[in-house]
């Protein structure tokens, strides 16, 4: 509990976008964040509107930045000397020109779970780097493997087809 | 007259001293045992008399400073902990009635009525019990989806309806009920269910009064049940809430303590109130197992 | 005039029978059937919608999961639990009711009802209140331990302590019950026994030992296999307490079959791993009690 943060490397630390397999394919980062919805019952759908274009104003969204780290959403607001001017905010600039939506599968979340699995046993030193990714390729296509044989006889449709 | 044994003839006080050192030391360890047992709990109802925040202090206080009942009330209020207390009576009395009934006719036929294969079928029944309820959770689940009764109350009740230690329990009382008098009354006419009814229920009343709250207990404390079989939020029976609860609470030391508690206590009075009949069934039941 | 009588009260029993035994073929064999036959499908959330696409796959089931590192991780996890929480519940049971049958007790049934106490409570809540017990700063368990110098332990955050805490939870709850066993097996043990042992001289220890401790294992294997059948089936404490972790460290068999089963709808995979646990469950228990029987 105290030997978590040292005070001579409180600024010893930078950001970077995620490292792809070589300098032609950079990473790709997974999209994520937060969701501004009106409901379908909701009693105050005018309002509930104004509210979500107040918010995604660039101004309100540097203010959200300035308030909580929240990444502005309004591509406008990265030039904003708030953002500009944070010098870690930089890779997230880079990154974010390189994001793809999760998967809407419905085995995603176990996925996620086993990449989870695999990177903690590398982080602890349990499996070298390699092998736990031959063996995560291995968990995936084990995972998957329903939803291939399904697509290829037909029971799903193609691209863009979740749960039933 | 006082007789001394050989033991203490050699010395007048050496060996009642040496009995009453034991004894002291024994009533010792016996409450060394109790206050350990009972710590959790003491400190469980005391913390949720605390303030928000007030049982994350370093040294941890066991009494509150400012007791209140502001947990409760938030509980009972915003958080609507009544509702999930509705439901687990009404899933724990509907349980215990019909589990009663089931299984006491159940037993008294494996005990008293003569039929074939009573004993072999009886057997195979006890091998079952060996069999974790794990087993048929899933195709159970599957099955009452067919029926419709997923995320019903009736769904989360079934299987408590019907026991194989309840029958258990029940057959080995009513081997004690006398032949005689259940032949004297066939031999007067009575039907079967009438003798059941009207002489064989008053007569094996203590051993249906420790079924009632054995099932009682086990369907108010159930969990793992209730939670893949209940999907409405609304319906959830306590264990389940709480759970719930103290995934979004972790924090909220106190509140957790408070619920807790309210999901304890009906628990703690059933035990309390029919604590003798705990008692003999359990130790009973184990003789002859 | 026994066959009159006897038809009748054959019929009769069957209607006896009839709603016990309906309920327990329809929802406890009938399901546990049906998991021996799930384990061999790959019944999933696809199935689930539209069981046509359900495949019948043998024993892939059971080559990917006894070959799946997880699995085994969690067999180790819950043998841990088995092999250490249960002989350590069986022996604080029995030292309790050792305690209790002693001659000159007072208020019995006051210290019986509070030893019994925890069984009564429920799991959930307990396993919620035991939590804060365990904080490493606020709890109260690592404070009782610095009176003698221990530095506090982040039970449930250390992938080494977090199912030692979980047993020390599972002994206090459970000592009660095999107590009262153990005290009804106790009280069946004829004094004359006692007696005989005394007048040849034997001490309390060797009178524990010659008279007590045979005239108690039939309660030893009685205690000794539902305790260990009990334990197998370990859920809620890793659930409510550490969801498994730290690092799967608490995983236990049950916990898997449900993530399995009621997180990824994998319900094949989950029956098989329920199988597998029944097999399980049996091995140990026959193994115990020839263990026993031997000694």
Known sequence: ?164 | MQLRSPASASGIGSGTTRRTLANVLLHLVLILGAVITLTPLVWMISASFMPAGGANTIPPRFLPRDPTLAQYVILFTRLNLARHFLNSALVTVVATIVSVLVNAMAGYAFAKLRFPGRDRIFQRLALALVVPAQVGMLPLFLLLRQLGLVNTFAGVMIPYFASIYGIFLIRQYALGVPDELLDAARVDGAGEFRIFWMIVLPVIRPILVTLAAFTFLSAWNDFMWPLIILSDSAKYTLPVALANLSGEHVQDTELMMAGSVVTIVPALIVFLVFQRSFVRGIMAGSIKG | MKTLPASRQARSAWLFLAPAGGLIGLFFFLPVTAGLLLSLTDFDIYAIAAPATARFVGLRNYLATLSNPMFWTAVKNTLYFVVVGGPLSVAVSLGAALLLNAPRVRLRSLFRTVYFAPVATTLVAVAIVWRYLYHPRYGLLNHVLGWFGIEPIEWLSDPQWAMPAIILLAVWKNFGYNMLIFLAGLQSISPELYEAAAIDGAGAWRRFRHVTLPGLAPVFLFVGVTTMIGYFQLFAEPYVMTQGGPFGSTRSIVLLMYEEGFRWWRMGVASTIAVLLLLITLAGALIQIRLQRRA
């Open chain 1, 1 to 164: 509990m105290g030997i978590k943060r040292p005070a001579d490397l409180q600024d010893a630390w930078a950001t970077a976008p995620l490292p792809g397999p070589d300098a032609a394919t950079p990473g790709v980062s997974l999209a994520g964040g937060a969701s501004l919805v009106v409901f379908q019952s909701s009693r105050h759908k005018e309002l509930a509107w104004k509210l979500i274009e107040f918010l995604s104003r660039p101004e309100q969204q540097v203010r959200f930045f300035e308030l909580t780290g929240d990444l502005p959403a309004h591509q406008a607001a990265w030039s904003d000397p708030a953002l500009t001017g944070n010098r870690r905010i930089h890779a997230f600039a880079q990154q974010l020109q390189r994001v793809v939506s999760t998967p809407k599968i419905p085995e995603w979340e176990q996925i996620a779970t086993l990449v989870l699995e695999r990177a903690h046993q590398i982080i602890l030193g349990a499996a070298p780097a390699d092998s736990a990714l031959v063996w995560l390729d291995r968990d995936v296509a084990r995972v998957l493997e329903k939803r291939r044989w399904l697509l290829e006889h037909g029971h799903l449709a193609a691209a863009g087809e979740s749960a039933p």
